[in-house]
């Protein structure tokens, strides 16, 4: 059994801290709180709300109280985190996948309302690109029980060297019912082998850009328009200067007049695996991974990583 691990950096949920633990699947359930549906009421002995009910969180250990973490409606369905972690596992499983091959990494928020749950694939399922370096296939998975948010589940490619990640969105998976009476927790493992299949779509994606060219001034006026359009002007500069240069950067005055290429900056260390100089859409969109991975906020890390593909659709290829 490999010993569970706390990982190290920064990762917050709707300004929660967020933890995050490595290990195998035995150790990983220890860390995964479970959770009751009580009555909502004053106390003891008290009436009930008749329209609203209580997510209490069990103990995890012998030293530990019930919590509460959230009101929901009578309607509401509770997915608990194992439960879901476990038929993603499954859908994997189901794949042909062997257990032994697979690692897994969770992240919670401070109270465990909210997860994220992770599956690496073996490398075989993985992506080298003309460097030789490799991107993993990985799964995530986002889960809360308070009904903040919906259960979502996807694929994305992940990069060691420098901890980039992407969503290309061919194998992304929504499971878009909130917690309600219809929820469908038993269609988890289905829904995943065919995102599986499709792997194989972001992999020719990613071949394509690599022999698409760009040259830095059409660089410039995609990051001036497109990307500050979608992610902002600071984000948008530091796209373009990762390209420029192979460098992330500061921006002096972020309240500075003119475009995203035109703010004040300051250079700071050379990005891990992007070239010194950006030549093809898979250049650029390793400095977007970076600019996007780099987002404290976990929900808002995806949702960029997500963008990456129909926003490099948007940049124009040098004839």
Known sequence: ???????????????????????????????LPEFDLKPFSAGRDEPPNPFLKTVMRKPLSATERPIPVGVVSHTYSLASHRDVAALCRRGILDAGIE???????????????WMNFRIYC???????????????LRLECFNSVDGSSRLVILFGWYR???????????????????????????????????????????????????????????????????????????????????????????????????????????????????????VTKYDVSQAMSFVATHRNNTEERVIRQA???????CLTAAG
């Open 160 to 278: 060691f060297v420098c901890s980039n990640g992407l969503v290309i969105g061919e194998t992304k998976i929504e499971i878009n019912e909130r917690h309600g009476q219809q929820l469908d927790l038993a269609s988890i493992p289905n829904r995943i082998q065919p995102a599986l299949i499709a792997v194989e779509a972001d992999r020719h994606r990613m071949m394509k850009w690599q022999v698409e060219k760009v040259a830095i001034s059409d660089i410039a006026t995609w990051a001036n328009n497109n990307v500050s359009k979608e992610w902002g002007k600071k984000a948008a500069a530091r796209v373009f200067h990762i390209c420029d240069a192979g460098k992330d950067i500061d921006i002096g005055d972020p309240f500075a007049a003119g475009a995203a290429t035109e703010k004040p900056i300051r250079y700071l260390d050379r990005v891990p695996g992007c070239p010194e100089h950006a």
């Open 122 to 136: 073996p490398d075989s399922y993985g992506f080298t690109d003309a460097h030789d370096r490799k991107l993993v």
């Open 1 to 31: 059994m490999t010993a569970l691990s706390l990982m190290p950096g920064k990762a917050s949920w709707r300004s929660r801290q967020v933890q995050y633990y490595a290990g195998d699947w035995a150790s990983i359930q220890t860390v």
């Open 99 to 113: 257990p032994d091959d697979l690692r897994y990494e969770v992240g919670l928020s401070e109270l465990g309302e």
């Open 307 to 313: 963008a990456i593909p129909h926003l490099l659709d």
